[in-house]
């Protein structure tokens, strides 16, 4: 029986006072923060967040089966609340990252639990949770968008037939070479094919309106794909107590993870990304290396998934091990924390081959000029005779049951020991942070005008955290050899615009717009830093409205994050603040196009979230306040239940021209231009 093991194991003699009295030189000394905030102030030169990493350690899966049945459980009722554990690690956070298509990155930091049996059904329902989450989301955005690709794929239907007859009636009459604007403003072109023109242009700006509410990524459309999890696993003292030596427990787990896709690290060094070569026969006497960039090249077991994300992990590498204690004299083997697995004098030989590991990573990423993820679960201080945390690492480590933080930022190295769950721990949870290290590459530019490559223009995105698909307009435009690329800068704000004979476009994302039909930068460089201040002023009432909903969300444990005119509370549901009367609207969206709104925050809330609910009843009841209850309980305009919306013309395409000049806030980059708002400002004339 599983609980029968659980329990033996979780029953199982530890050695006495383990946690009350563990004691190492560097744990004394730090100081018990929890993590570093999630979201950094804009810096001109700070390191920005290359991928959102999630990390746990000390699980101690037998412990917690064992204290939620005390009088004993069923295989089902095991695997049920095994089931709930793993879906609990999963916090909102994730969810979004997989909305943002970014790649989360998840470590396992050992001690998940001593029971062989119990690892192979928590890991195997931890990946299938991923990809049911993963699923789920796929089909909810093919949901939101697919209306909007049907209907422009009948525009483009419509494009094409009045394209074909136009044009047909041009060459047929010799005006193909003649005519130099649009036929409908021609007074000698027949009224049916002026008509036609007109037509025409209307509805390529419906379809340009469409394709600008549609993601960059052409995944959305695609049949779900599972793609490759970034998951790295090591092993704790209690993973060895269910096997007789250390070979038997490495080999064991070497087999389940390579079933199950996750990178199993011990006394090795890998970087991101998918590659069979990261196992390896012996893990025990011969540290591997697979650090040089020509293996990637030649790796024939890398699929497009480590393609498509390697910009991402390209400044990264990680090694990782148990660590063991061989620096610690005061608990150790001889304490049996590993029980009969291993001597003492076998904990030391582990301790120095994975100590000889660290050096050898931190060689290769200093010779390399990447950042170095050094994950162990027992900490520095016992597999180090001298600790001390270097620069350009980030350090994961469990084992004490004693949660702390460190960090120097200026030396840019921090250690995460702060999401161990312990024998008692009730709130289960994958931890996050983020890694910092792609650099602006224009964070050096003085302010001005300078002319720049598309490869930069994609550099700064993914510095921003906004990685676009790619810049072929403009790669387009600038191979023709007549047009020119220009970033502006001005007090820490920027622009990228294109210009060429017919004009002047700016650019948002991978998308260009045509401001105006000169091409002169210098009046873009010279009203830059006005329509910066003409939009901030426009917006920031606005924006402050939006952060004071963001923050009262955030308080019940909603996400609050904001995009356009929308502040979201969970997946589903969210709250529209109108840009133009200030009315505010509580929806449930299923999927894109459809809403279902109600009267009031309380409402929308307990239909479609309890937890949610009940937080932000504890909050009224706590704060008491005329405001928050408001807030939760005034009424707004109610649609009938899920009704179908004009999307063109809905809060949708509201929201998203607002989002678009919202990244003045969030990013600090223009990406639109009214010259009308520059009038009575000191403004530099065409």
Known sequence: MLYDECLRLAKAPSPPAVFQNYE?????????ISTLPSLLEFNETALRECSPVYYISDLHLEHQIANKFPDGATEKQVERYLQTIVRNLFPEAFLEDIAHNLSPIVLFAGDICASFKLAELFYAKFI??????????????RKQFIPIQQELDSLWTQIAELEQSVNEWSSHHGWTNRATKPLDQYDSVPPEIRQASSTLSTLKEQASSLRSQLPDDLYWNSPFKKHFHFVYAILGNHELWDFNNLDDCIRSYQDLFQKLEICFLHNNIAWFGKTNGIFC??????????????AVDNDSAIDDDFHYYSHIFQSAMIVGGIGFAGCNSKFNAINGIYQNALSRQEEIEQSNLWHSTYLSALASAKAQNKLLIVLTHNPISDWQATPAFLSNCIYFSGHSHRNFFQAEPNQNFYCYADNQIGYHGTHFHLKRISIYRNRNPFADYPDGCYEVSSTDYLAFYNYMCEPIAGNGRVEYQLKQGNSHFYMIKSEGYYGFFLTSKSGTCICAGGRLKKISKSSDIRYFQLNFSNMIRSYWNALSPYRKAQEEISNYVKRFGGTGTIHGCIIDIDFYCHIFLSPEDGEITYYYSPFYGYIDAYPNLLELVQSNNPELAQNL???????????????????????????????????????????????????????????????GADCVCQ
């Open 281 to 294: 026969n012996d893990y025990t006497h011969h540290p591997q290396l697979l650090i040089e960039d020509s």
């Open 128 to 141: 299938s949770q991923w990809d049911k989450l993963e699923r789920d989301f796929h089909r909810t955005r």
């Open 24 to 32: 190492t030189n560097a744990l004394a000394s730090l100081p018990p």
């Open 617 to 679: 009843l504890n909050l009224l009841s706590g704060s008491g306040t005329v405001s928050d209850v408001s807030l939760a309980v005034s009424h707004s305009h109610i649609h009938d239940s899920f009704i179908p919306i004009d999307i063109k013309n809905s809060l949708y395409a509201v929201s998203n021209r607002l989002n678009q000049l919202q990244r003045l806030f969030e990013k600090h980059i223009l990406r639109a231009w009214n010259d009308q708002l520059l009038l």
